[in-house]
Nanobody, 124 residues
Framework: QMQLVESGGGLVQAGGSLRLSCAAS????????MGWFRQAPGKEREFVAA????????HYADSVKGRFTISRDNAKNTVYLQMNSLKPKDTAVYYC?????????????????WGQGTQVTVSS
């Protein structure tokens, strides 16, 4: 079993930045696709970004492309999401997730392990 714990969320003004971290324990992440999803009140959980095993390949939702950057440090068993130029519509609970398969998926149904989430609130 893998446990994921997110941190780094908070309240920020529009245009600001936050860096989310996701620390894994219980098993190594080096053979997992790691992803970030978010869920706003009353909305479905949506894909934000994902990174391949070695960190070479990354996928982003169109809504965050150019503003968010996903990265991983397998030695630290940690995944990051750097969020710049934040907008009020980025307000949501952000979840870290791990997929044990080899190819990146944008569907939350394909991910096997989930963190509890961290709240990100962007004020206008």
């Amino acid at each position: 079993q893998m446990q994921l714990v997110e941190s780094g969320g908070g309240l920020v003004q529009a245009g600001g930045s936050l860096r989310l971290s996701c620390a894994a324990s219980g098993r190594a992440i080096n053979r997992n696709i790691m992803g970030w999803f978010r869920q706003a009140p009353g909305k479905e959980r949506e894909f934000v970004a994902a990174v391949s095993w070695g960190g070479i390949n990354t996928h982003y939702a169109d809504s965050v492309k150019g503003r968010f950057t996903i990265s991983r440090d397998n030695a630290k068993n940690t995944v990051y999401l750097q969020m710049n130029s934040l907008k009020p519509k980025d307000t949501a609970v952000y979840y870290c997730a791990a997929d044990t398969r080899a190819e990146i998926s944008r569907s939350h149904r394909d991910y096997d392990y989930w963190g509890q989430g961290t709240q990100v609130t962007v004020s206008s």
